[in-house]
């Protein structure tokens, strides 16, 4: 017996030492495949905050140092260390640079992620890009197909809403805990063009801090399904609820899983018979599997991309300039103060199936290099940026 537990403890301390040299083998820029580190959650902060994070790189370094007002820091002084604890102080740290927005770095990213993805004319279905007879990939289960017929044809637009338009400043909001007590709303309202993810409450107390407008909002199927029974005898409570998001486009993933296609034709049938006035629009497979592939040749190595970080990158490619709100992984703030979730909820989510840790840390790279602009504390309503907006 005791030569027994002699050599588990030998087995035990062998494995431990791979798994550590494994760690420091890797490139830190390359985060683990999480499914193998699902207990080990501190580990997969300490790893995927690993790199060092350099807030302007040299290259993009203001060309006149003379455009720095009184009270910023050098931002070259401001990295990100490891731990969650570490990261979340590196993030206050950062808040003392004055977000400036990079513009040869913002363009570089948009033309790279347009060269793969072109969202203006594929992240929709559309007539254009899925004629009839198409033999249509699921995008999640890709050993299945749906082959479109004549009937599914018609529900689609013609073509993109997005193939001819640019905005100038968009705003994407997440659901995250630190929108709470935020006093974002009236900063997210004058952006151009406003993204939401699935189905958020809106109105009431939340105003203050989510803001009132919406162009586009996105709906996961399962919402739909718990809330309003599958739209089987719920169908009005869902047309009555989707009146909060005025004429905006609801883009549902019809094509990502078998299951959700019936659902995702039944909210478009249901807002059809309402006469509501969102229009409903689906997530292109296609521009999903390309933007698989695109976020893990940035590190992003996920079962599932979450809606959040496609809808950053529809906006990357759509947008001059980027705004994001209510994306924040931790269960505290930079002060310290445990939070919500969701500024509505503390529902956790399903384990396994997104990595935002990883996601956090590649917006949080694009923030840093002056791509886009990661909101991570209170909104200043009077502020020189919302002035000029």
Request: proline fraction near 4%.
């Amino acid at each position: 017996m005791a030569s027994q537990c002699a050599l588990r403890t030998v087995l035990i301390s062998c494995a431990i030492c791979i798994f550590l040299c494994g760690i420091l083998l890797v490139n830190f820029e390359e985060p683990l495949n999480y499914r193998y580190m699902v207990q080990l959650s501190k580990l997969k902060f300490n790893y995927v905050f690993g790199s060092s994070l350099q807030i302007n790189d040299s290259e993009r370094k203001r060309a006149n140092d003379s455009e720095k007002t009184e009270g910023d820091r050098d931002c070259e002084e401001c990295t990100f260390r490891h731990s969650e604890e570490d990261v979340i102080q590196s993030v206050s740290q950062l808040q003392q640079c004055k977000w400036h927005k990079e513009e040869i770095a913002a363009e570089k990213f948009r033309l790279e992620l347009r060269r793969c993805c072109h969202a203006a004319s594929q992240c929709l279905v559309t007539q254009k890009n899925t004629p009839v007879g198409t033999k249509l990939s699921y995008d999640a289960e890709p050993k299945k197909k749906i082959k479109i017929t004549h009937p599914i044809f018609t529900i689609f637009p013609k073509e993109s809403a997005f193939s001819s338009r640019q905005y100038r400043r968009c705003a994407v909001i997440g659901n995250g805990g630190i929108l709470l007590n935020s006093s974002c709303g009236a900063e997210i309202d004058q952006a151009d063009f406003v993204f939401r993810c699935n189905l958020p409450p809106m109105g009431g107390n939340f105003t203050q801090d989510i803001g009132t407008k919406t162009n586009l909002v996105t709906a996961n199927p399962s919402i739909i399904a718990q809330r309003y029974a599958e739209l089987h005898d719920r169908r009005k409570p869902f047309f009555n609820n989707l009146t909060v998001y005025d004429e905006a486009l609801l883009l549902l993933p019809a094509f990502s899983y078998t299951k959700n296609t019936v659902l995702c034709f039944r909210a478009l049938y249901t807002l059809q018979d309402f006469q509501a006035k969102q229009k409903v629009v689906f997530f292109n497979p296609v521009y999903l599997n390309n933007l698989t592939k695109f976020w893990l040749s940035k590190g992003i190595q996920v079962n599932r991309l979450s809606t959040g970080i496609m809808v950053v990158s529809i906006a990357i490619e759509l947008c001059e300039e980027v705004w994001i709100y209510g994306f924040w992984p931790f269960g505290k703030n930079v002060d310290g103060k445990v939070m919500s979730h969701h500024y509505f909820d503390n529902l956790q989510p399903k384990p396994d199936i997104h990595s935002m840790p990883s996601e956090f840390h590649q917006l949080l790279q694009m923030h840093s290099k002056g791509i886009i602009k990661l909101q991570m504390a209170q909104c200043e309503a009077d502020s020189e940026e919302t002035g000029n907006i």
